[in-house]
């Protein structure tokens, strides 16, 4: 079996917590965050945050400033 490689893209502000797999090719929008040990196999939106296996949407991140 062969082995498949590509970039991951994590935009500005994303972020991937610890224990975390995310797949090859895999584009984090910005401000993403994916939780501990959430496997991500699909692009996840901007400012969107994600857990579980797989990892699925569960609120949009919103800043407070």
């Known amino acids: 079996m062969e082995l498949t490689t590509a970039p ?4 500005d502000g994303g972020w ?5 797999f995310v797949g090859p090719g895999i584009i984090l ?3 993403a965050v994916v939780g501990a040990y959430a ?7 901007p400012w ?3 857990v579980g ?4 949407p569960t ?7």
Do not use: D, L, Q
Not at 53 to 56: I, V, Y
């Open 39 to 45: 496997v991500v196999t699909k692009n996840v939106p």
């Open 16 to 20: 991937v917590a610890a224990g975390a």
């Open 8 to 11: 991951i893209s994590i935009g």
């Open 59 to 65: 609120k949009k991140r919103v800043m407070r400033g």
């Open 53 to 56: 296996n797989p990892a699925r």
């Open 29 to 31: 929008g910005e401000g």
């Open 48 to 50: 969107t945050i994600v």
